[in-house]
């Protein structure tokens, strides 16, 4: 297949890219490279041992979409947008403009090429605090932040579409927590700026770049206080977007999917494990419960079962090997 991969230089589009590549498919990518680099393509096409087409542009400008679909493109896979949950309370406007302006503009695009099949990059934050866990599809949403708002938007945008426009198909992933990388070392999580999330700052304090990693909260109802969560390894999330662009390719109207690996580890679960694993300490200090946060959030994975045939196969101890190896290989992330 043709594949327009947008946002295919960030942490998830890059592992995904991988593997399409190494699968046959032609691979090119449409990203701003507002939260990656550009030398990700070339470890993109050294590990595949395929060239990948990369074109520098953003999903909110028609023109770069258009160059994006030009020559014909079966399906295009939407990673493109703005995550994180403390920077989307600060700019909320900003996350409105890139991630709903920039998926309406490709919807367009996509209109006027003729490209009936998107596989859109959903979240488990669409479940905010979740009254039961584990969460199926059909679980009640929430808002809680604002770039959860923009989710469920891009969601809603995305289904309302597919009722105007009955051949079109669409999935509607919902990632769980994602970690790792690829087992090669090669690519991995190399966001710019001070990571938010558990695993990439856990990495830096483990290479001892930071003093120590804050535990937010050992006072939730869990079975040792700290939150709980459904790790799954990137490289999971990757060859489920190959199954979903089958599924896309078959069935029109819009569908939700829970990825994750079903099963929920506590943070202080994942600090053992880690040490464990990688041979290496990593000093923490419980700190006041981060806002915002849940207490646990796990999901229910059988529908991607039945669906498209994937369950996650990697487990918490691969995770932990593979985001170690991607940090000692790459302590400041990518060359700039
Ligand atoms: P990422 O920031 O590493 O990748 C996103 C890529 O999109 C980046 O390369 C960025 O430069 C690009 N981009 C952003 N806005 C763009 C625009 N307007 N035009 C072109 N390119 C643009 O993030 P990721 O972790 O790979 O996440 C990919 C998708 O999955 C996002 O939609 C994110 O919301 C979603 N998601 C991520 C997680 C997670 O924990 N990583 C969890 C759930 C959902
Ligand atoms: C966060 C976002 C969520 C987003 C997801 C993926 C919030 C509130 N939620 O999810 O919307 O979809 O990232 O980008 O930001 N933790 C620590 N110390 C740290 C970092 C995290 O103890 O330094 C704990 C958290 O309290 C949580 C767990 O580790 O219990 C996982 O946190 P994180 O990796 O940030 O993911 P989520 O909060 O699940």
């Known amino acids: 297949m043709r594949i327009l991969v947008c946002g295919g230089t960030g942490y998830i589009g890059s592992h995904t890219s991988v593997v399409l590549a190494q699968m046959g498919h032609e691979v090119r990518i449409l ?39 030009a020559g014909g493109v ?22 409105f403009d890139n991630n709903i302006s920039g ?82 070392g090669q690519i991995g999580e190399g966001p710019i700026g001070t990571p938010g999330n558990l695993m990439p700052y856990l990495t830096l304090v483990a290479a001892g770049k930071r003093p120590f990693l804050q535990v937010f909260g050992n006072d939730y109802p869990t079975p040792d206080g700290t939150g709980v969560r459904d790790y799954i390894h ?27 690996t079903g099963r929920g580890y506590s943070v202080l679960e994942l600090i053992q494990t880690f040490e464990r694993i990688c041979g290496v300490e990593v000093p923490y200090r419980i700190v006041e419960r981060r806002a915002g946060d849940v207490a646990a959030l796990w999901a229910d994975a059988t529908k991607a079962q039945e669906l498209l045939g994937w369950r996650a196969r990697f487990d918490l101890e691969k995770m932990c090997e593979d985001a170690w190896r991607w940090q000692v290989g790459n302590p400041d992330g990518y060359p700039t």
């Open 234 to 260: 990137v490289m999971d999330l990757a060859e489920a977007h190959v199954s979903a662009l089958s599924y896309v390719s078959r069935n029109p109207g819009a569908t939700p999917i829970n990825l994750g």
């Open 103 to 184: 998926t309406i503009n490709l919807l367009q695009a996509m209109t006027a090429a003729g490209v009936r099949h998107l596989v859109f990059s959903s979240s488990a934050t669409v479940y905010g605090n979740a009254k039961q866990v584990p969460v199926t599809e059909e679980s009640p949403l929430q808002v809680v932040n604002p770039y959860g708002r923009t989710k469920l938007v891009m969601e809603d945008l995305i289904r309302d579409y597919c009722v105007s426009h009955p051949e079109f198909g669409a999935t509607l992933l919902r990632y769980f927590n994602p970690v790792g990388a690829h087992p090669s």
């Open 31 to 69: 990203d701003n490279l507002s939260n990656s680099s550009p030398v990700v393509v070339e470890r993109i096409g050294l590990i595949s041992g395929r060239r990948v087409e990369f074109i520098k542009g953003d999903i909110r400008d028609r023109h770069s979409l258009a160059d994006g679909l």
């Open 74 to 95: 079966d399906v295009v896979i939407h990673f493109a947008a703005l995550k994180s949950v403390a920077d989307s309370c600060a700019r909320p406007l900003e996350y």
